[in-house]
């Protein structure tokens, strides 16, 4: 369910105040967004926004309020009881804070939306913020779903990492914070219960026992080597698993070994005892174990500026995992406040999850209620949110809230070492100022095969800014040609750029010496990029003799592809070639990563697929006929014929299309 389904289709009031004229595009626009009773109040003084004369105006039930600068942009969303109050706070003439003082000094006019109760101004600013980002609000910027394990409905189930929607009749257990949670709990279940989890297209094809199997983390059933009887109770055990039953499990394993030895079954009470000792290994190390418990432990540590919230997820009474979360926000300090506005976003605007029962706070929310208001209209189901704990729950408090502050104190040392990099660049490159933005280029393929192009951006409040990062397929050059495929990775980021589409670096970083660097700034100058001084500084990152990491010599570009190269070396204990190291490599790790990725999908793709004709259904025959695409392959054109669905047309396409590559 989307956040916006339950939104209200109209709202009772929406007045607007403006220091600019407003035109009928406007009014109809506001209309658009906010109903037909949206209304403009009277142009204002553009010099200073008329607080006072706004204030008269406004009213005092609860709404949603959108401020912005002289520009028109957003600056802040926020939510309000009784709007006239709220606003009304933020012109008085002392006790603001200097952060809500930076920001009221910005605005230029406000947008206010009248709601029938504050649950739905709640709802509406969580819409609101998602759409707009402010850059005065709090905003979490990982907004993916949880993953979570998934088992199949097949005669012989299969376990998986699932992510997305879920289908009715499909067994899901989480969700964990990451897939890595998932594919360690999943290689856990492997090894004890052998149950399969391989692809359904391999299961089906497959004519005899797969590694897996082999190394003991299969029972085979793809082949019939175990019962549906047997590998059911695999399954079952695994659910009991999943679901916090560890004690239930054990007993249940210790008397089938007890009965399978009576029976002279040595190797299955054997088996049996094995898996009682990986889950005992498994209690031991869940140092938390609590009945039932479904619930999230959400604490808040703020330092020097930053913020961390820290999540454990806890299921059936043990820790699936837990996740912190860096948000980013301009105004507020107080950390109940922070702790509210980001709980309204991660509840409000996440993905599809599963809701716990309880959330335990580390600092209590005056608007605790109202949030749970909120999910209860939003999805259906009730949250509460507590705060007073002791026993159990304020062992994991307390896990949390050092987890919280141990991560963020590693965050801002890790910041401030980002900071003192930047700086030694800047003295190393001669820079007049720091620079703020750093991108690097890198080229990564196979024998000239599947080339693919990275380019990774470093800021210097962040160090590694991966939502900016950009990979590009290259196509139409010819093979090994990195030269060629340098250029059009830059001339597609480039001229992106140019039409405003993102930021312009301060320094260009290319993985390779005087030749790629040359074509890079040739690109550059075609485009019309200014370069040197004032505009991209270019460095090329070329490898010493030796091709060691501490040895790279620095190529230097300056104001004009014209201008001569100039070359430097860096000590290798320099803090500046530590952070030209660090972006080159990272772009290098990222091209790869893409190349096998996109090499990887050639080779999961049949060959088959791209026949015309040949669809699922066939495929399938002709593989369960010859069973394997070599055989395919090396098939005459009448034996093609023989499969049932082939007609000779067809066998023809095939065998021409097999044999042709």
């Not at 920001?103 to 006019?109: D, N, R, T």
């Not at 199949?152 to 257990?173: N, Q, T, V």
């Not at 490159?429 to 024998?447: A, G, K, T, V, Y």
């Amino acid at each position: 369910m989307s956040p916006k389904s339950n939104l209200p289709d109209t709202f009772s009031e929406s007045v607007i105040a403006t220091d600019a004229p407003v035109s009928t595009a406007d009014r109809s626009q506001a209309n658009t967004e906010f109903g037909d009773a949206a209304e403009r109040l009277p142009a204002l003084t553009p010099e200073r926004f008329d607080s006072v004369g706004f204030l008269k105006q406004v009213t005092k039930q609860a709404g949603v309020y959108q401020m912005f600068d002289a520009a028109g942009k957003i600056l802040y969303v926020g939510k309000a009881k009784n709007l006239k109050n709220r606003l009304a706070s933020y012109f008085r003439a002392t006790g603001l804070a200097p952060k809500t003082r930076a920001l009221v000094e910005k605005i230029q006019h406000l947008e206010v939306t009248v709601t029938a109760t504050e649950t739905e101004a709640l709802l509406l600013e969580q819409n609101l913020i998602k759409q707009q980002r402010p850059p005065y609000n709090i905003l979490l910027r990982d907004d993916k779903s949880y993953p979570y394990i998934m088992i199949s409905r097949d005669d012989f189930p299969r376990l998986s990492l699932h992510r997305g929607g879920k289908r009715k009749g499909i067994e899901y257990y989480g969700p964990y914070p990451n897939v890595g949670a998932v594919k360690s709990s999943l290689n856990f279940l492997q090894k004890t219960f052998r149950i399969r989890q391989c692809e359904d297209s391999v299961y089906r094809n497959r004519t005899r026992p797969c590694l897996q199997y082999q190394i003991n983390r299969c029972s085979g059933p793809c082949v019939g080597l175990i019962s549906s009887d047997d590998y059911r109770a695999d399954i079952r055990h695994a659910q009991m698993f999943l679901t916090g039953k560890n004690n239930q499990l054990i007993e249940e394993l210790a008397d089938a070994m007890d009965t399978a030895s009576q029976g002279l079954e040595f190797e299955r009470a054997g088996s049996y005892r094995d898996q009682i000792a990986a889950l005992k290994q498994v209690q031991s190390q869940q140092l938390v174990e609590s009945g039932s418990a479904d619930l999230d432990v959400v604490a808040l540590a703020q330092q020097g500026g930053g913020v961390c919230v820290h999540i454990l997820y806890i299921r059936q009474g043990r820790i699936l995992g837990s996740k912190s979360h860096y948000p980013r926000g301009k105004l507020l300090d107080d950390d109940a406040a922070v702790l509210g506005a980001f709980l309204s976003q991660f509840y409000l605007q996440g993905a599809e999850r599963d809701f716990p029962k309880l959330v335990l706070l580390s600092h209590a929310l005056d608007d605790a209620q109202l949030l749970s208001d909120a999910i209860a209209q939003q999805y259906s189901v009730q949250v509460t949110f507590q705060s007073q704990l002791r026993g159990q729950r304020r062992k994991w408090m307390d896990m949390a809230q050092l987890a919280a502050q141990q991560n963020l104190q590693a965050q801002l040392a890790n910041k401030q070492n980002t900071r003192q990099r930047f700086e030694a660049l800047q003295d190393a490159l001669r820079l007049e100022s720091m620079p703020e933005r750093l991108e690097c280029f890198d080229i990564s393929h196979s024998s000239g095969e599947l080339t693919v192009a990275s380019c990774v951006v470093f800021d210097s409040n962040n160090g590694p800014l991966k939502s900016d990062y950009r990979r590009f397929n290259i196509e139409g050059i010819t093979g090994g040609d990195d030269y060629a495929a340098m250029e059009q990775a830059l001339r597609r980021r480039y001229t992106r750029l140019q039409k405003g589409e993102g930021l312009l670096p301060d320094v260009l970083f290319i993985d390779g010496g005087k030749g790629q660097l040359g074509r890079a700034r040739e690109v550059l100058a075609e485009l019309g990029v200014p370069m040197g001084a004032a505009g991209v500084i270019t460095v090329g990152v070329a490898k010493g003799t030796t091709r060691k990491a501490g040895f790279e010599t620095l190529i230097l570009g300056g104001n004009s592809p014209t201008e001569p190269l100039i070359e430097k070396v860096l000590s290798a204990d320099e803090p500046a070639l530590h952070l030209i190291q660090h972006i080159r490599d990272e772009s290098h790790r990222f091209a790869i990563t893409g190349h096998k990725n996109r090499r990887d999908k050639k080779r999961r793709t049949s060959t088959l697929e791209g026949i015309a004709g040949v669809g699922a259904k066939r495929r399938r025959e002709l593989l369960r006929h010859f069973g394997g695409l070599q055989e395919v392959a090396k098939a005459s054109i009448d034996d093609l014929a023989r499969v049932p669905g082939i007609s000779k047309k067809i066998a023809e396409d095939i065998y021409t299309a097999l044999n042709n590559q």
